[in-house]
């Protein structure tokens, strides 16, 4: 199947600090989905992306479609104490039909330190 | 909000018990979808609908089936429970006419098996 690799795995940062993550494909996709999830929480979608070198903003929270359509990065401007938790990728192929063809990242946990 | 409750939140069981957990949604959406999730898997589709009585299988349906009776209802059970099915269960509609029909999900029903 589809392999999505997201790093970095952890990140503690300074409050007020800018994070990025990113993730890669061994394939091409042709959407991109940035989730976030808080403790005890189902994920939450952050930013969707459809086209390749699409650039999208959400607030302080900013995702980029690659070029090549096998990566996606997400960044965070001056980071706050609600911005903890655990960010994934997740990619659309071309598979298409109901089962959705959406392949997950392992999560980005951020930690942020007063 | 996407309108899906999740039941139980918690449950603790032993080898070898059947367990079935229930989505239940508010917002008449077609396509439904079990995922687990776990330590260094990201999320992993088990089952999802198309529509009532139309289900089919995802990456790791061994050990669970599925069951729509109705639009607002998908149960996934598990017939005979083990302990590599404890795990964090997620139910996920698919909205469509809000971008594009991504996926949004359920708060997670948290399993164990002693």
């Known amino acids: 199947g589809q392999q999505l690799n997201q790093s970095p795995q952890s990140m503690f940062i300074q409050e007020g600090e800018d994070v990025s993550m990113n993730c890669t494909s061994s394939s091409i996709f042709n959407t991109w989905l940035w989730y976030k999830q808080d403790p005890g929480e189902g994920p939450v979608l952050l930013i969707a992306l459809y086209k390749a070198g699409e650039l999208t903003s959400n607030g302080r929270l900013t995702a980029q479609f690659g070029i090549t359509r096998k990566d996606s990065f997400l960044n965070i401007s001056a980071s706050i104490p609600s911005d903890v938790g655990i960010y994934f990728c997740?990619?659309?192929?071309?598979?298409?039909?109901?089962?959705?063809?959406?392949?997950f990242g392992k999560g980005t946990h951020l930690i942020i330190q007063p | 909000d996407a309108g899906i409750t999740q039941s139980p939140r918690h449950k603790v069981t032993e080898t070898g018990t059947p367990v079935t957990l229930r989505c239940h949604q508010t917002?008449?959406?077609?396509?439904m979808y079990w995922y687990r999730q776990d330590p260094g898997h990201g999320l992993r589709l088990i089952h999802y609908s198309y529509g009532v009585k139309d289900t089919d299988k995802g990456e790791v349906s061994d050990g669970y089936s599925v069951s729509r009776s109705k639009t607002e209802d998908f149960l996934l059970t598990l017939e005979s429970a083990t302990s590599s099915q404890t795990s964090v269960y997620f139910c996920?509609?698919?909205?469509?006419?809000?971008?594009?029909?991504?996926?949004?999900f359920g708060e997670g029903s948290r399993l164990t098996v002693l």
């Open positions: 996920a509609i698919k909205a469509l006419g809000q971008n594009t029909g991504e996926l949004f």
């Open positions: 997740a990619g659309r192929g071309y598979s298409g039909g109901g089962a959705d063809g959406l392949t």
């Open positions: 917002e008449n959406h077609r396509y």
